[in-house]
């Protein structure tokens, strides 16, 4: 059809479209969220956001089951969500085709840790393809639907945030048709209780065989002749990386990270004088190739972090390429709630009364910086509401109230069951759900709380307070959290009182309001004491004069949200523009 120029995650969603897949169905996370958003855009098909990437792979095992292809998109704590599912769906198999896209994150760019997601494939011996590009990722997803088909299973493709985001041109051609098929009952191979498991046990095996031989054989494992002694095996990104700093060297590039093509790969290394193994993160290709007895040369490959030709030069003890010097004097940038965020009044209020505060995933994690420094803990998605309940029943924050702050998005995801915990177990906690009607952190995606489907259409919204009294919980307040006043007297109120406890934070998200350019505020030189309060709210439009140490008010950042004013004794930050005035509510 054509050559177009597509970013990993974009040749994903297309190869998705062109292999027959009617539905995509995920959770969004960097750096997979814009695989589901590409998919949705095309003709013809269906996407939708799930609560949590476990439900979104149930439902995908569902559209499976009627022999309809399908995608599941997620990052790879993600599948640590769907990997109860994943796990005895490697035993039922498949009906129509299923491929789960899992988007790696080296060196945590917005990520809690780092995961190597080869290693599900041996752990539920289910396939894993890893594309080095865009052209490999296109061209993968649509082989991955057929081995998913054709030998009764789900396939794994492994991306990386480079792969995933990086552009590249991709030969595209057009859709092939697959259509559902009449359900037919068969409990035998759907319905894993142990007698018909261990059944299902033994075809998986023997699907492992023949897995092992399609990894022998197919034409998307390349061997690149070279000139060097050494041979080089990789697979993915970190073939990339390879081929840039040792581009005369032969070199075996692996489509599949599991099974691998052990034959192959000792052919190869037999005809080499030594073999170097290029990966990023777990030592996993070179650990499995000794596990089959072939050698393979120690280099120093760090196994934290991002790969990159510079590290890799250094690895094999080549010099590094002439750099330009950096830019001095740059100031820093570090990262900020924006301007206007309504989590700012909150982490703000809960400095104010002293309050231990167990945190989640979102954006609202950045209070945990300075100068709000208003978090204690982030683990995982939900996990603040449990973390939280624990603590609380330990006595170990002695007189200091412990409150647990979750997103609207990520209580849907995983705060539901932490909260029933609370009220069930009991314990002194007080949650604060902050509602911004969005998924923010990954781009302002749609989620049961918000009422927005994928599309951007209306759906039922999760009523929060409906919920938490549904769950128990006897007093559940609301407020909006960008009149400081009322926020911190109700956090003060809710934290004495004993029990659980839940306050909803309303108010939209920044970057969902049109704000007025003519709205802003500024210090009123004269008045301003240089106490810093203000400064400590942590708002990129508030810095401070380096001789006075007066607050000064960048009126390009400023959206007028007030919340600088409600703090300030000294009533010295003023309206600045005609449309710029302080609400009645807040005034």
């Given at each position: 059809m054509g050559r177009l120029l597509l970013s990993g995650n974009e040749a994903i969603a297309r190869a998705a479209w062109e292999a027959g897949a009617q539905v995509g169905v995920g959770y969004p996370g960097t750096p997979s969220t814009e695989v589901l958003e590409a998919f949705s855009c095309l003709e013809d098909v269906t996407a939708q956001w799930a609560p949590n990437e476990k439900v979104a792979l149930e439902v995908a095992a569902g559209i499976s089951l009627g022999g309809v292809r399908v995608l599941c998109a997620m990052k790879h704590v993600g599948m640590n969500v769907a990997a109860d599912a994943l796990m005895t769906l490697a035993y039922t198999g498949v009906v129509g085709g299923l491929v789960i896209l899992v988007a790696d994150d080296p060196g945590m760019h917005s990520s809690q840790n780092e995961q190597d997601s080869r290693r599900w494939g041996p752990f539920a011996k289910v396939p894993v393809f890893e594309p080095s590009d865009s052209a490999d990722a296109y061209a993968y997803v649509i082989e991955a639907f057929d081995v998913s088909e054709r030998f009764d299973t789900p396939v794994l493709v492994r991306s990386t945030t480079r792969v995933s985001h990086s552009k590249g041109l991709v030969e595209v051609g057009e859709r092939t048709e697959h259509g559902s098929v009449r359900y037919a009952k068969r409990a035998p191979k759907w319905v894993m209780m142990p007698a018909m498991a261990r059944a299902r046990r033994l075809d998986v095996e023997r699907r492992t065989a023949a897995l092992?031989?399609?990894?022998?054989?197919?034409?998307?494992?390349?061997?690149?002749?070279?000139?060097g002694a050494r041979g080089v095996l990789t697979a993915g990104v970190a073939y990339q990386f390879a081929r840039e700093v040792l581009p005369d060297a032969p070199m075996l590039k692996l489509a599949l990270s599991w099974p691998l093509p052990e034959h192959r790969i000792g052919a190869f290394a037999e005809a080499a004088r030594g073999l170097a193994v290029v990966e990023e993160l777990d030592p996993y290709l070179a650990s499995s190739v000794r596990s089959m007895g072939i050698a393979v040369d120690d280099v120093a490959i760090p196994r934290m972090g991002e790969l990159d030709p510079g590290r890799l030069r250094t690895a094999f003890g080549l010099p590094q390429p002439p750099t330009r010097d950096a830019i001095p004097d740059l100031p820093p940038r570090p990262p900020m709630l924006c301007p206007g965020c309504p989590h700012r009044g909150v982490f703000a209020a809960l400095r104010s009364i002293g309050a231990v505060v167990?945190?989640?995933?979102?954006?609202?994690?950045?209070?945990?910086?300075?100068?709000?420094?208003?978090?204690?803990?982030?683990?995982?998605?939900?996990?603040?509401?449990?973390?939280?309940?624990?603590?609380?029943?330990?006595?170990?924050?002695?007189?200091?109230?412990?409150?647990?702050?979750?997103?609207?998005?990520?209580?849907?995801?995983?705060?539901?069951?932490?909260?029933?915990?609370?009220?069930?177990?009991?314990?002194?906690?007080?949650?604060?759900?902050?509602?911004?009607?969005?998924?923010?952190?990954?781009?302002?995606?749609?989620?049961?709380?918000?009422?927005?489907l994928l599309d951007g259409t209306p759906a039922p919204a999760l009523d929060l307070e409906a919920a938490a009294r549904a769950l128990g919980v006897s007093s559940v307040v609301r407020l909006n959290p960008m009149n400081l006043r009322r926020t911190e007297k109700v956090l003060r109120e809710e934290t004495d009182r004993p029990g659980v406890s839940v306050v909803i934070a309303e108010s939209p998200c920044a970057l969902l309001v049109r704000h007025d350019p003519d709205a802003s505020f500024a210090v009123a030189m004269e008045a301003c004491t240089a106490c810093g309060v203000c400064v400590e709210l942590g708002c990129p439009a508030i810095t401070k004069e380096a001789s006075s140490g007066k607050a000064i008010i960048d009126a390009a950042l400023c959206v007028a949200c007030t919340h600088c004013v409600q703090i300030c004794a000294d009533r010295a930050i003023k309206p600045a523009g005609p449309a710029c005035a302080l609400p009645e509510a807040i005034a």
């Open positions: 092992t031989e399609y990894a022998e054989k197919t034409p998307l494992t390349l061997e690149e002749p070279g000139v167990t945190g989640d995933i979102g954006c609202y994690t950045l209070a945990a910086l300075a100068p709000l420094s208003a978090m204690d803990t982030c683990v995982c998605m939900g996990a603040s509401i449990g973390m939280g309940s624990g603590l609380a029943q330990t006595g170990a924050a002695g007189d200091r109230p412990v409150v647990a702050v979750i997103g609207d998005s990520t209580f849907a995801h995983s705060g539901l069951t932490g909260l029933l915990n609370a009220v069930y177990n009991g314990g002194d906690v007080t949650v604060v759900i902050l509602d911004n009607r969005t998924t923010a952190m990954t781009g302002r995606q749609g989620n049961p709380v918000s009422g927005m």
